[in-house]
């Protein structure tokens, strides 16, 4: 399909294992960002990338979290040492420029659950 | 982190009904967005506002960037069953400088049911 795929779409892990998630932009894509969802509430920012630069990382909860987009199209945020307040829906958003001058289109997440 | 203050949390209407929300924050924002969210999906962008003052509209949607850069409504008229979701409001703010990354600052979404 042409829009934003993320993969797993569920990912079950016991606490202080290390998980990875995957998100393809749609093809062409500048920007790409990262957001966590908890449980009734809206998204909220994680991290920032334009092409294969890491802009703005602010949103990371802490050093256990890491992205990467080293080609400068797909992207995986891995979580190391997970803990239970992990738990959470992972989206991944592309948009076509850089910057906030483009709509952004949300993959459906991955849903992650730390056990 | 921050969220944006959004109304109400949830609503129970009839079908036919007009429904209203709205977002507010105590700071400013450059652009004034609203999203869809369907259980198990993403979100989906409804309508997008880049002015203040701004009314736009969107099919039965209408949405409007406050003057004061500080809020938003979204307005559905004539409810249908397949309104029914979660819609979030969302914000840009500009950097120094001017640009900005895009980041988006969620409010905490509005639960729509709709009763046939």
């Known amino acids: 399909g042409a829009g934003v795929s993320q993969s797993p779409r569920y990912k079950v892990a016991k606490r202080g294992q290390d998980v990875a998630l995957r998100c393809d932009p749609i093809?062409?894509?500048?920007?790409l960002f990262w957001y966590q969802q908890a449980l009734g509430q809206g998204p909220e920012f994680l991290t920032y990338?334009?092409?294969?630069?890491?802009?703005?990382k602010s949103g990371l909860p802490s050093d256990r979290f890491f992205a990467e987009r080293p080609e400068g199209s797909v992207s995986t945020l891995k979580i190391q040492r997970t803990q239970q307040e992990d738990s959470a829906v992972y989206l991944c958003?592309?948009?076509?420029?850089?910057?906030?001058?483009?709509?952004?289109?949300f993959g459906d997440g991955t849903r992650l659950s730390i056990l | 982190g921050q969220q944006l203050n959004q109304s109400p949390q949830s609503m129970f209407i009839q079908e036919g009904e007009d429904v209203s929300m709205n977002c507010t924050s105590s700071?400013?924002?450059?652009?004034w967005l609203w999203y869809k969210q369907d259980p198990g999906e993403g979100p989906v962008l409804l309508i997008a506002?880049?002015?203040?003052?701004e009314l736009t509209s969107n099919g039965r949607l209408t949405a409007q960037f406050g003057i004061t850069r500080k809020d938003s409504f979204l307005n559905i008229s004539a409810s249908i069953p397949s309104d029914v979701g979660i819609y979030f409001c969302?914000?840009?703010?500009?950097?120094?400088?001017?640009?900005?990354?895009?980041?988006?600052?969620f409010g905490q979404g509005t639960i729509l049911t709709v009763h046939p």
């Open positions: 700071s400013i924002f450059n652009t």
């Open positions: 969302a914000g840009q703010k500009m950097r120094a400088g001017g640009t900005s990354y895009g980041k988006l600052t």
């Open positions: 990338f334009q092409n294969e630069a890491q802009l703005d």
């Open positions: 093809s062409g894509h500048v920007s």
């Open positions: 506002l880049y002015k203040a003052g």
């Open positions: 958003a592309s948009s076509l420029a850089r910057g906030g001058t483009q709509p952004q289109h």
